[in-house]
């Protein structure tokens, strides 16, 4: 099975992510890949919902998105709803 995760954030480019990622797939004998996905604040809501046609079983919340990714999800963990934040999103079931 081949994973396909990423990082949602503005910016972005500057992570470590796609690194770390690399080296917990290889270390774990794990196929995948991490993308960035830098989304310019004023396109938000349209770059979220092209997300949903990128196939990825999950991915990572930065700053500035943390709260604003929440009216975007399909459902949300009891303990990410009362603090107001987001880290991880899971893709699964096409939600």
């Given at each position: 099975?081949?994973?396909?995760?990423?990082?949602?954030?503005?910016?972005?480019?500057?992570?470590?992510?796609?690194?770390?990622?690399?080296?917990f797939l290889?270390?774990?004998?794990?196929?995948?890949?991490?993308?960035?996905?830098?989304?310019?604040?004023?396109?938000?809501?349209?770059?979220?919902?092209?997300?949903?046609?990128?196939?990825?079983?999950?991915?990572?919340?930065?700053?500035?998105?943390?709260?604003?990714?929440?009216p975007?999800?399909?459902?949300?963990?009891?303990?990410?709803?009362k603090?107001?934040?987001?880290?991880?999103?899971?893709?699964?079931?096409?939600?």
């Amino acid at each position: 099975m081949s994973f396909s995760f990423g990082l949602i954030g503005y910016p972005v480019q500057h992570s470590l992510s796609p690194w770390i990622h690399k080296q917990f797939l290889q270390r774990t004998n794990q196929e995948g890949t991490y993308k960035l996905f830098e989304i310019h604040p004023e396109s938000f809501k349209e770059e979220v919902q092209l997300l949903r046609n990128e196939s990825l079983n999950g991915f990572n919340v930065t700053v500035p998105y943390k709260e604003k990714i929440i009216p975007y999800l399909d459902e949300i963990d009891p303990y990410a709803k009362k603090i107001g934040a987001v880290n991880t999103v899971l893709c699964k079931n096409n939600k």
